[in-house]
C-alpha cells in the first residue's frame, strides 16, 4: 500500500512538498513515480525516479519548478513543488513501476496510493 499525503490550499507561487510512504510489503525496488488528475480528464504524468533515486524525468509543464527525490532507507518518495500555478490544481497520485526506470506510461504503474488534492488558488 501506498499512503500519499502533503496536499493543501496554497496561493500561486507557493511551494508544497508531497509524501507518499509504502508499506513493508510494497516491493519500492523500482522506480516510482507521481501522477495528477483533474475531474474529468485522464490520470497525467508528472516525474519520475529510479530506483537508485540517480535519475529522474519530468512532465514538460512541471520541468523546473518540481523536484522529485525518494528514501530508500524509509520506503518514501517526495515530490517539492515550487511555484505552484492554478493550473497545477489536481489530485496528485503516487505510483510503484513493474520496472527499475519507469516511464510515464500509467500501464507501466501496478501499486497506486489513494491520492492527495492540491488546490492552488490565483
Known amino acids: 500500500q501506498l499512503q500519499a499525503s502533503g496536499g493543501g490550499l496554497v496561493q500561486a507561487g507557493g511551494s508544497l512538498r508531497l509524501s507518499c510512504a509504502a508499506s513493508?510489503?510494497?516491493?519500492?525496488?523500482?522506480?516510482m513515480a507521481w501522477f495528477r488528475q483533474v475531474p474529468g480528464k485522464e490520470r497525467e504524468f508528472v516525474a519520475v525516479?529510479?530506483?537508485?533515486?540517480?535519475?529522474?524525468y519530468y512532465a514538460d509543464s512541471v520541468k523546473g519548478r518540481f523536484a522529485i527525490s525518494r528514501d530508500n532507507a524509509k520506503g518514501t518518495v517526495y515530490l517539492q513543488m515550487n511555484s505552484l500555478k492554478p493550473g497545477d490544481t489536481a489530485v496528485y497520485f503516487c505510483?510503484?513501476?513493474?520496472?527499475?526506470?519507469?516511464?510515464?506510461?500509467?500501464?507501466?504503474?501496478?501499486?497506486w496510493g489513494q491520492g492527495t488534492q492540491v488546490t492552488v488558488s490565483s
Open positions: 505510483a510503484v513501476s513493474r520496472s527499475a526506470y519507469g516511464g510515464s506510461s500509467r500501464g507501466g504503474y501496478n501499486y
Open positions: 525516479i529510479n530506483w537508485r533515486g540517480d535519475s529522474t
Open positions: 513493508k510489503r510494497t516491493n519500492t525496488n523500482n522506480a
